[in-house]
């Protein structure tokens, strides 16, 4: 069974910094991966999705890249700012299961 | 659009009781997903349905559980009896296998609380 695992569990850092969450996960015949963020007491926003095939995607100070071999994925956010504070999520889909990781709370500190 | 929509967005019942939980997805949209999140295990996908027929239905814990689609803009997901251990937070989520490759849409969620 796929396991999708995301370290750290928690993050702080001051406003202005760049910062990467990583997500691996444990069997590479993925689908497809999708960062999420969801803040609390809400749903879920999707940010990022990569298809197997691709490497990386970018949307605006977000950057997710996927190596497949390795079983990673990183989100990158540049020049972090206060709203960026929430829990990020990753997701692989392989087959017909998606499978999530327990998220990293990241708190960006004005 | 008004997004994935579910109702209620908080519920609160005896143990023994039935649950149902409503969801519409975003009009256009062919795939729905059903996900429990708790704190102990995290997001689960517990089923999910493309074109309205269920296609992987694994995830659903027990027979207790119970989930439809009768047309393309509502689906129901039951509970009954509810017990304890299936207070979460369950969301909806939907997407269309199309230009955007299955990105999931979520709605707001369910609050369920059974005592």
């Known amino acids: 069974k796929q396991e999708v695992t995301q370290i750290p569990a928690a993050l702080s850092v001051p406003e202005g910094e760049n910062l990467v969450l990583n997500c691996s996960f444990t069997?590479?015949?993925?689908?497809?991966l999708q960062w999420f963020r969801q803040d609390p007491g809400k749903g879920l926003t999707s940010l990022l999705l990569?298809?197997?095939?691709?490497r990386e995607q970018t949307s605006g100070r977000l950057n997710a890249s996927l190596d497949k071999s390795s079983g990673r994925s990183t989100l990158y956010i540049a020049a972090s700012q206060p709203g960026d504070s929430a829990t990020y999520l990753c997701?692989?889909?392989?087959?017909?299961?998606?499978?999530f990781g327990t998220g990293t709370s990241l708190t960006v500190i004005p | 659009d008004a997004g994935v929509i579910q109702s209620p967005r908080h519920e609160v019942t005896e143990m023994g009781q039935e649950v149902t939980l409503r969801c519409k997805p975003i009009?256009?949209?062919?795939?729905l997903f059903w996900y429990r999140q708790t704190m102990m295990r995290g997001l689960e996908l517990l089923i999910y349905?493309?074109?309205?027929?269920?296609?992987?239905d694994s995830g659903m814990p027990e027979d207790r559980f119970s989930a439809k689609m009768p047309n393309a803009s509502f689906s129901t997901l039951k509970i009954q009896p509810s017990e304890p251990r299936d207070s979460a937070v369950y969301f909806c989520?939907?997407?269309?296998?199309?230009?955007?490759?299955?990105?999931?849409?979520f709605g707001p969620g369910t609050r369920l609380l059974v005592l």
């Open positions: 989520a939907s997407s269309f296998r199309g230009t955007y490759q299955e990105t999931q849409y």
């Open positions: 069997d590479s015949a993925i689908y497809n």
């Open positions: 990569i298809q197997s095939s691709q």
């Open positions: 997701a692989v889909r392989g087959g017909n299961q998606f499978y």
């Open positions: 009009s256009g949209h062919d795939y």
């Open positions: 349905f493309n074109n309205n027929v269920p296609i992987d």
